[in-house]
């Protein structure tokens, strides 16, 4: 597991356990500027500060009080997750998992103008990812914040790292418990 000093010479590729250290030192480096108002007068977030981590994250404008988000920046890690280079595109044209999970996580952002964070496990092309993400407010006006700092960290799942899942099931494992209940109660024809 890496520690938050050592998040400058981050693995290239994280780890499971690195994970919750990559977003405390992420949120530790937003506080430090955007927390405490010192560099968020601009809002603009200059994401080569975030060294390492910087392929992780993406800053986000809200548009219409929170109806949808567009990309101003985007990192290069994110493509793995979220299908390729999302600059200037709205965060409501991503592909599922990443578009639910972190719309809601941004919605609830830019309206609380509080940080926020969110763990999650995605099947996806095959993978389990294990997933950490923030939405950081940087910029707002008295009713809503207009700019997120948004980081989604992942690395494989450690219960799934050595075994593919085949397409179809990841559509099969994301039916809720409910589901599977009713399905089982259901009378034989």
Not at 9 to 14: F, V
Not at 75 to 102: E, F, I, N, W, Y
Not at 164 to 184: C, F, I
Request: proline share 6%; glycine share 10%; charged share 20%.
């Amino acid at each position: 597991m890496i520690s938050h000093d050592q998040c400058r010479s981050a693995p290239r590729r994280l780890r499971s356990g690195d994970l919750g250290a990559a977003s405390r030192w992420a949120a530790a480096k937003w506080l430090d500027g955007f927390g405490r108002g010192t560099d968020g007068a601009s809002g603009s977030v200059e994401l080569a500060q975030f060294g390492v981590l910087e392929p992780y994250l993406a800053e986000a404008v809200v548009l219409e009080r929170g109806a949808d988000f567009v990309f101003a920046k985007w990192g290069a890690a994110l493509g793995a997750l979220c299908g390729g280079d999302r600059s200037g595109h709205k965060l409501s044209a991503l592909p599922q998992p990443s578009r639910g999970q972190l719309r809601r996580l941004c919605v609830r952002a830019a309206a609380e103008q509080l940080s926020q964070a969110r763990h999650a496990t995605w099947a996806l092309d095959g993978q389990i990812w294990q997933c950490a993400m923030l939405a950081l407010p940087t910029a707002g006006d008295e009713l809503s914040a207009t700019r997120l700092l948004v980081a989604l960290f992942f690395a494989p799942h450690p219960m799934f790292a050595a075994q593919p899942v085949p397409r179809g099931e990841a559509l099969r494992w994301r039916r809720s418990a409910h589901t599977r209940r009713a399905r089982a109660i259901l009378p034989n024809p």
